[in-house]
């Protein structure tokens, strides 16, 4: 099984950016949780970031060529504005689950909205780091179940 986790625009600065709202774990921490997860689990996780649309689009069109299983999204900023994102998790088909460190309705209103989430199974946030973990967690339940039904 293999996972896909893909960082959006300004996530490479996790552990300096405004820690009072996504705390004080840097990606690579969370890159390392996730890769330890899924270890334990023979999932094989490959992270990626951009800080560009077009790169995280590129990078969701890859995925079934390389054969990815599942996604998990943080598409931050892109969340609110990306239909190019969306469109490229539906056009893979390929269960995805959206994250956000912190919880997005609670905060500004027009981050509110959530345009990716209708490519994806659900979202988790709100959680800080741990919502990755808790992200991982439901799209790799959600693949062996998947993994279950076709083996009946």
């Known amino acids: 099984m293999k996972i896909l986790v893909i960082h959006g ?10 820690p009072e709202i996504y705390g004080n774990t840097t990606m690579d921490g969370i890159n390392g949780r996730l890769q330890r997860l899924g270890a334990d689990r023979s999932v094989e996780v490959v992270c990626f970031q951009s800080n ?3 790169a995280i689009v590129d990078a969701i069109g890859r995925a079934p060529a390389e054969g990815v299983d ?3 999204l943080n598409p931050a900023a892109y969340t609110h504005t990306s239909i190019a994102i ?4 539906k056009a893979v088909r390929l269960p995805a689950v ?3 460190l912190s919880n997005i309705t609670g905060r500004e209103a027009f981050r509110h909205q959530s345009i990716t989430a209708a490519g ?7 959680f800080g780091a741990y919502s990755y973990e808790l992200a991982f967690a439901a ?3 959600h693949l062996i179940e998947k993994a279950e039904k076709k083996g009946n």
């Open 86 to 89: 969306l469109d490229a998790l």
């Open 120 to 126: 994806c199974l659900g979202i988790i946030a709100g």
């Open 139 to 141: 799209l790799y339940h």
């Open 9 to 18: 625009p300004n996530l490479q600065l996790l552990g300096r950016r405004e």
């Open 52 to 54: 560009h649309e077009g």
């Open 70 to 72: 599942g996604i998990l």
């Open 98 to 100: 959206e994250i956000h």
